[in-house]
């Protein structure tokens, strides 16, 4: 897997993207948010500091979900009223993107997909306890959060920072499959996947935790 | 062996019912007399059996 | 095992008292125990979010910081909250401990009146669905019937939180029930959210956290106590229908296998207005086989009269004798509810256990003899040898089912007794809830 090395434009420091699949990362001297594109680096923005990370995942994290190898290389960190929750950037070895939502320490595994089963419903239509019928499941309305961005860390597929409030979408099956709607985008976003125990992932090279062993 | 405390009751009750089955009980009373003297074939009117002085039922509704 | 437990020291905005907060980045809300506040842990500054009022201290029956082992990981105790629901009028209340692994997550311990339940967030929803008329839920094949539902606050807390919330807010709470384990759903105007909560008798709570002294005993009886009679209605029920099929497997053997021979029969007539003795006696016959029981039948022409027979069974050459008596009357007419009758025409008797030998029979008939008026009857009399007598298996059948009814009273009123608790509104619901 190629290993692109690029200065970054605010303090010169070379910034590694591990992943091929990644187009955001942040430097790790300055903590700018830099963007590629394609051979230049564009820098877009600067991450605030992060509030103590209380999960053992941590950036470089290993683990396997349904017998496929993925390492996290990215986080982005989303606060609201009530709380806060991770969304890890994990990607395979076959390059594939995926998202390990961390809230709470309850952990889900999704995927984006596109196009959407079905045109959704806007951000204003949205209720808890809707219905959708997707893929021989029947998904719920569980949670609606209005949300916003807090930071990012490590490298994202995608360009995302200083979003503002965004609604989120929580949905479960009684098959314990999970989804996502993420309205920071006209037409909103979704991801589905399912809820996974922390010991099926069999995580590696976890943060250590002061006070407890694994 | 659950409830073995019941079992054991059952088959009791079982092997109770079972001998007096085959005993031929009842639950008829009779009163049981010793030493009926022979005469009494050609003289039946001699023997006063024990239940011959009870009261009687006397009428209908 | 784990190694000493580190903590992180602040001082309350508020009051200056020393605060801990054990849970790192997920604590929110921190309370300091001394001024009831609830204080931002997400704010450096630790920005003061309430100050709450509470009637009375409560302490919490684990310590804050207590760690103990269940359900195979070591937990945290790091929140203390009493929630409240109000029936009809009357307030009860509930502690919730919150439990913190860093690995495995959140849980909760519950506890009312003595009763534990350990409780963990459901993945998977249920399902929705009703059960002999009331609501309930479906979850992994178990059916959850509807226990409770009323609006739940919050009314006082301790400790540190993962997330934000006030001293006071509301949530709607419904529980189901299986028992040993439940089923609850928080609603809320934007989230539900789903628990699967197990119960846990206070001694095993005692033992995992290392408490000292004794659990406060469990009072009464709570919505998803085990019931301790419940296993047992199943079986000794099977065990009854094992001892029945039995019992009538005897009767069956003991119908066909008895000899029902019949040794005698014979006609006669007796009438008031014969003279002289009317006693008589039968000729001799020969009863077989081991002892048992000789039958005795009666058959009569009896019109609205009654007839007295005195029998006596005895053994030609013992001269054992057996003495008994039968009354057969018979009435019926017409009155003004209808056709009427009192009594049978026909008797029969079982004499019980008579040895093998010859006997005879003494019959000494008798009518009423008061009225003036002549009263006469032909009668025939049968006797068999060696008949099934029912009366001891119908006694049988009901001594055996006496067990098992006494089980299933005793379960059932357990069971009255949980539900006793229930607020189970069917109908109606509060308002707040849109589904």
Redesign the interface.
């Known amino acids: 897997m190629s290993q692109p090395v690029a200065n970054c434009p605010n303090c010169g420091a070379a910034v590694r993207f591990r992943f091929s699949s990644a187009v955001q990362s942040v430097c790790e001297y300055c903590r700018s948010i830099v963007v590629r594109r394609d051979v230049n680096l564009e820098r877009v923005g600067e991450v605030a500091d992060l509030p103590p990370d209380p999960s053992p995942i941590q950036i470089t994290t290993e683990g396997i979900y349904r017998n496929r190898p993925f390492v996290v290389a990215g986080r982005i960190l989303y606060e609201y009223e009530q709380g806060g929750w991770n969304e890890w950037h994990i990607v395979f070895s076959d390059g594939k993107s995926g998202w390990l939502s961390d809230a709470m320490a309850e952990y889900a595994v999704t995927f984006g997909v596109i196009p959407t089963p079905e045109p959704l419903p806007p951000a204003a239509k949205i209720h808890r306890g809707r219905r959708f019928r997707w893929y021989g499941a029947d998904y719920q309305v569980t949670v609606l959060t209005p949300a916003r961005y807090r930071g990012v860390e490590g490298e994202l597929p995608f360009e995302y920072w200083d979003k503002q409030q965004v609604l989120f979408a929580d949905l479960r099956t009684s098959d314990a499959r999970f989804g996502t709607i993420d309205y920071s985008e006209r037409p909103p976003l979704l991801f589905l996947g399912e809820s996974v125990e922390f010991d099926a992932l069999r995580l590696k090279n976890l943060r250590r935790v002061e006070g407890w062993d694994a | 062996m659950s409830h073995p405390f019941y079992l054991a009751y059952g088959v009791l009750l079982l092997g109770l019912v079972g001998v007096a089955e085959y005993r031929g009980l009842s639950l008829n009373s009779v009163n049981q007399v010793s030493n009926v003297p022979r005469t009494v074939r050609d003289n039946p009117g001699a023997y006063r059996s024990h239940y011959a002085f009870l009261p009687r039922y006397i009428g209908g509704k | 095992?784990?190694?000493?437990?580190?903590?992180r020291s602040l001082n309350c905005t508020n009051c200056g008292a020393p605060l801990t907060i054990r849970?790192?980045?997920?604590?929110?809300t921190v309370v300091c125990a001394r001024c009831l506040t609830l204080l931002d842990a997400?704010d450096p500054a630790l920005g003061v979010l309430q100050t709450f009022q509470a009637r009375q201290i409560v302490q919490p029956l684990i310590p804050l910081g207590t760690r103990g082992e269940l359900r195979g990981a070591?937990w945290e105790v790091i929140g203390f909250q009493v929630r409240e629901i109000v029936v009809e009028s009357v307030p009860y209340s509930w502690s919730e401990y919150l439990l913190y692994?860093?690995?495995?997550?959140?849980r909760y311990l519950t506890e009312y009146d003595g009763h534990w339940n350990f409780v963990a967030?459901l993945?998977?929803?249920?399902?929705e669905t009703t059960a002999r008329g009331r609501q309930a839920v479906r979850?992994q094949g178990q059916t959850y019937a509807c226990f409770q539902s009323a609006s739940a606050r919050t009314v006082f807390v301790l400790g540190e939180f993962?997330?934000?919330?006030r001293v006071g807010e509301a949530v709607y709470v419904a529980d189901y029930i299986a028992p040993p384990r439940a089923i609850s759903a928080e609603?809320t105007?934007?989230?539900?959210?789903?628990s699967l909560g197990e119960y846990l008798p206070g001694g095993e709570v005692w033992k995992a956290f290392k408490l000292p002294g004794a659990c406060p005993p469990a009072r009464g009886i709570y919505s998803n106590q085990p019931s301790p009679h419940g296993p047992?209605t199943r079986?000794?029920w099977t065990?009854?229908l094992a001892?029945v099929a039995?019992?009538a497997a005897?009767m069956f053997l003991?119908s066909v296998g008895t000899r029902q021979e019949e040794v005698f029969q014979s006609s006669y007539t007796f009438s008031t207005a014969m003279k002289g003795?009317t006693?008589?006696?039968t000729p001799v016959f020969e009863l077989k086989g081991?002892?048992?029981?000789?039958e005795v039948k009666v058959d009569t022409d009896l019109e609205?009269d009654?007839a007295?027979l005195?029998?006596?069974l005895?053994?030609?050459q013992s001269?054992?004798?057996?003495?008994?008596?039968r009354?057969i009357?018979y009435?019926h007419?017409v009155d003004s509810d209808g056709s009427?009758s009192?009594g049978g025409r026909d008797d029969r008797?079982?004499?019980?256990?008579?040895p093998a030998g010859r006997y005879?029979l003494?019959v000494?008939p008798?009518m009423?003899d008061?009225d003036g008026a002549t009263h006469s009857v032909r009668y025939q009399l049968r006797v068999r040898r060696?008949v099934?007598?029912n009366?001891?298996?119908w006694i049988?059948g009901l001594?055996?089912l006496v067990?098992?009814i006494f089980v299933s009273l005793r379960a059932a009123g357990f069971e009255k007794a949980r539900w006793q608790e229930s607020s189970y509104v069917s109908e109606s619901k509060s308002d707040g809830e849109?589904?």
């Open positions: 095992m784990s190694t000493a437990p580190q903590v849970a790192g980045g997920h604590t929110l997400r070591t692994n860093p690995f495995k997550g959140f967030t993945r998977a929803l249920p399902e979850y993962p997330w934000q919330f609603r105007q934007n989230e539900v959210a789903w047992n079986s000794v065990v009854c001892l039995l019992l005897m003991f003795e006693s008589f006696v081991r002892p048992s029981n000789v609205n009654w007295y005195s029998f006596t005895i053994n030609e001269g054992e004798g057996f003495d008994f008596s009354e009357s009435y007419g009427w009192e008797v079982l004499v019980p256990s008579i005879y003494r000494e008798d009423n008061q060696d099934p007598y009366p001891f298996f049988a001594l055996l067990p098992p849109d589904e």
